[in-house]
């Protein structure tokens, strides 16, 4: 199973990530906690509630290119540490994958990971401090990065996972992304069995989202959902367009250049309308199967990705 690894890592972030599953932190309904001051070193939001580029649209105008991680856990993706450095790598490499467009770099964090132990609510998932966030937020806006807040939900409900991040989400620079793989039922342990979702529930997320933006007169809302194979997500086409939500479907393959591409042509056709394709790479899977992809071999992909993230 992809990243096995991580959901063992994930047992030995706990006190070192800043995770938590108190009782204090861990309810399963959707009640937000009560809103933490935001440092004053905090750089300001982009003017005038726009993108950290400019405008308020982000296709077709941008082309989104992230590292994906956790503090601490090199195996979940390269944003474990030395985030100015990382931020100045990946400001290169969105430029080469710009194709015409404006390069628009995307720090995705992992805040509720899952977890291969049940905790104390028994929902198999720790969740990032507030003050873990703040640190990349912090970085994002110091580089004019969108910041996209990554939810393996375990046993828990994913709705009520992306409504505890809703003093976040409510940033004009904030977006979501949904890992479905972890999201597994009562009696699953993640890192056992493949999760999954469903194109209702997806939908479910993508309506809350465009209710955040109109109440909060945000700019568009990037809502990745990533997807390793067709049978994680059942009935795709439920999945409507909202107002002011842009919503991308990351196809997850691991593997040799071939393999990767057999996994984008299953999948892409399954997108319902409105959704947006994008395109993962793995440092370390994929390179045990061949060099890893270049720009160039990305962006030759029909339909285009306008999101490629790497792991």
């Excluded at 990971?113 to 994002?140: Q, W």
């Excluded at 007169?217 to 067709?230: G, I, M, N, R, Y």
């Excluded at 793995?282 to 199967?289: A, I, K, L, P, V």
Aim: glycine share 10%; with cysteine; proline share 8%.
């Amino acid at each position: 199973m992809r990243r096995t690894a991580g959901v063992v890592a994930s047992l030995l972030l706990v006190a070192a990530a800043g995770c938590s599953d108190s009782k204090g932190d861990a309810g399963a309904g959707p009640v937000l906690k009560p809103v933490p001051k935001v440092s004053s070193s905090m750089p300001a939001p982009p003017a005038d509630g726009e993108l950290p580029r400019g405008g308020r649209v982000i296709f077709p105008k941008y082309q989104l290119v992230g590292y994906v991680g956790l503090p601490g856990s090199p195996a979940l993706g390269p944003l474990d540490k030395d985030l100015d450095a990382k931020a100045d790598k990946l400001e290169k490499l969105a430029k080469s994958y710009a194709v015409g467009r404006t390069p628009l770099p995307v720090l995705e964090l992992i805040v509720v990971v899952a977890s291969g132990g049940p905790g104390k609510d028994r929902k198999y998932r720790n969740r990032l401090a507030d003050e873990k966030i703040e640190r990349y937020l912090k970085v994002a806006r110091e580089h004019k990065m969108l910041l996209l807040l990554d939810i393996q939900p375990g046993r828990a409900k994913i709705l009520d996972e992306v409504k505890r991040q809703e003093r976040w989400l409510k940033e004009p620079d904030v977006g979501l992304a949904f890992d479905p793989e972890w999201a597994v039922g009562p009696g699953q342990v993640p890192g056992r069995v493949f999760g999954h979702t469903s194109g209702a529930e997806l939908d479910g997320i993508a309506k809350y989202l465009s209710g955040l933006v109109a109440q909060n007169d945000l700019p568009e809302k990037v809502f990745v959902f990533h997807q390793l194979s067709a049978r994680i997500v059942s009935n795709e086409k439920a999945l409507k367009q909202h107002p002011g939500v842009v919503t991308i479907k990351s196809v997850d393959g691991i593997g040799s250049r071939s393999a990767k591409e057999s996994t984008w042509h299953k999948l892409t056709p399954r997108m319902a309308a409105g959704v947006h394709a994008g395109f993962k790479l793995f440092y370390q899977e994929d390179t045990r199967h061949g060099p890893l992809m270049t720009p160039a071999q990305v962006m030759a992909l029909k339909p285009r990705p306008e999101f490629v993230v790497y792991e």
